[in-house]
Protein backbone atom coordinates (compact mmCIF):
# COMPACT_ATOMS: atom_id res chain seq x y z
CA UNK A 1 0.00 0.00 0.00
CA UNK A 2 1.46 3.48 -0.86
CA UNK A 3 1.89 5.91 1.38
CA UNK A 4 0.86 9.69 0.98
CA UNK A 5 3.41 13.09 1.40
CA UNK A 6 1.45 15.72 2.71
CA UNK A 7 3.19 18.84 2.61
CA UNK A 8 2.60 21.51 5.45
CA UNK A 9 3.47 25.20 5.05
CA UNK A 10 4.64 26.22 8.83
CA UNK A 11 6.20 29.68 9.69
CA UNK A 12 10.14 30.13 10.67
CA UNK A 13 9.24 31.01 14.20
CA UNK A 14 7.28 27.35 14.10
CA UNK A 15 10.28 25.65 12.59
CA UNK A 16 12.50 26.73 15.11
CA UNK A 17 10.33 25.43 17.85
CA UNK A 18 9.99 22.04 16.19
CA UNK A 19 13.42 21.54 15.59
CA UNK A 20 14.54 22.97 19.03
CA UNK A 21 11.74 20.74 20.65
CA UNK A 22 13.45 17.87 18.88
CA UNK A 23 17.03 18.44 19.89
CA UNK A 24 16.29 18.51 23.56
CA UNK A 25 14.46 14.98 23.19
CA UNK A 26 17.41 13.96 21.12
CA UNK A 27 19.51 15.33 23.80
CA UNK A 28 17.64 14.06 26.57
CA UNK A 29 17.91 10.36 25.31
CA UNK A 30 21.37 10.42 24.31
CA UNK A 31 22.22 11.30 28.22
CA UNK A 32 20.20 8.73 29.43
CA UNK A 33 21.55 6.26 27.19
CA UNK A 34 25.36 7.34 27.80
CA UNK A 35 26.24 6.24 31.75
CA UNK A 36 28.45 9.29 32.70
CA UNK A 37 31.93 9.09 31.59
CA UNK A 38 34.86 10.30 33.82
CA UNK A 39 36.34 13.22 32.17
CA UNK A 40 39.98 12.54 31.26
CA UNK A 41 42.26 15.33 32.17
CA UNK A 42 46.02 15.40 30.22
CA UNK A 43 48.77 17.07 31.25
CA UNK A 44 51.45 18.70 28.67
CA UNK A 45 54.84 18.56 28.93
CA UNK A 46 55.43 21.82 30.73
CA UNK A 47 52.47 21.36 33.20
CA UNK A 48 54.04 17.83 34.23
CA UNK A 49 57.36 18.99 34.70
CA UNK A 50 56.43 21.40 36.75
CA UNK A 51 54.30 19.21 38.93
CA UNK A 52 56.88 17.14 39.11
CA UNK A 53 59.77 19.83 39.70
CA UNK A 54 61.86 18.45 36.98
CA UNK A 55 63.28 20.08 33.43
CA UNK A 56 61.42 19.71 30.56
CA UNK A 57 63.92 17.72 29.24
CA UNK A 58 63.31 14.76 31.64
CA UNK A 59 59.93 14.18 30.98
CA UNK A 60 61.48 13.87 27.41
CA UNK A 61 63.71 11.22 28.27
CA UNK A 62 61.35 9.00 30.40
CA UNK A 63 58.81 9.39 27.92
CA UNK A 64 61.64 7.76 25.45
CA UNK A 65 62.97 5.41 28.04
CA UNK A 66 58.99 4.17 27.77
CA UNK A 67 58.35 5.32 32.00
CA UNK A 68 55.65 7.63 31.17
CA UNK A 69 53.74 7.43 27.92
CA UNK A 70 52.85 10.52 26.29
CA UNK A 71 49.71 10.57 23.65
CA UNK A 72 50.42 12.44 20.53
CA UNK A 73 47.83 15.15 19.06
CA UNK A 74 48.90 16.40 16.62
CA UNK A 75 52.63 18.48 16.98
CA UNK A 76 51.61 17.73 20.98
CA UNK A 77 52.26 15.17 23.54
CA UNK A 78 49.82 14.96 26.43
CA UNK A 79 50.36 12.73 29.16
CA UNK A 80 46.53 11.26 30.97
CA UNK A 81 46.89 12.42 34.44
CA UNK A 82 45.54 9.36 35.29
CA UNK A 83 48.69 7.62 34.72
CA UNK A 84 50.51 10.24 36.00
CA UNK A 85 48.87 10.12 39.52
CA UNK A 86 49.88 6.66 39.66
CA UNK A 87 53.29 7.23 39.67
CA UNK A 88 54.32 8.70 42.84
CA UNK A 89 57.62 10.47 42.70
CA UNK A 90 59.52 10.70 39.42
CA UNK A 91 62.31 11.89 40.84
CA UNK A 92 63.27 8.58 42.58
CA UNK A 93 62.30 6.80 38.68
CA UNK A 94 65.27 9.53 37.46
CA UNK A 95 67.59 8.47 39.83
CA UNK A 96 67.36 4.77 39.01
CA UNK A 97 67.31 5.49 35.27
CA UNK A 98 70.38 7.46 35.65
CA UNK A 99 72.30 4.75 37.63
CA UNK A 100 71.35 2.03 35.39
CA UNK A 101 72.16 4.30 32.20
CA UNK A 102 75.57 5.13 33.94
CA UNK A 103 76.06 1.10 34.64
CA UNK A 104 74.69 -0.37 31.23
CA UNK A 105 76.39 0.91 27.86
CA UNK A 106 79.80 1.85 29.74
CA UNK A 107 79.15 5.97 29.18
CA UNK A 108 78.23 7.57 32.32
CA UNK A 109 80.13 10.32 32.85
CA UNK A 110 82.71 11.33 36.00
CA UNK A 111 84.08 14.19 36.86
CA UNK A 112 87.86 14.39 38.58
CA UNK A 113 87.37 16.98 41.06
Known amino acids: ?4 TEMVLVSRDELQQLIG ?5 ALEEYGQAQPPQETSEYYTIRQLAEK ?7 IWRHEKLGHIKGQRIGRRVLFPKEQIDRIKNLKA ?6 KNAGKGNGKGTQTNE
Open 21 to 25: ASVRC
Open 1 to 4: MAEK
Open 52 to 58: WGVSIAT
Open 93 to 98: TNREAD
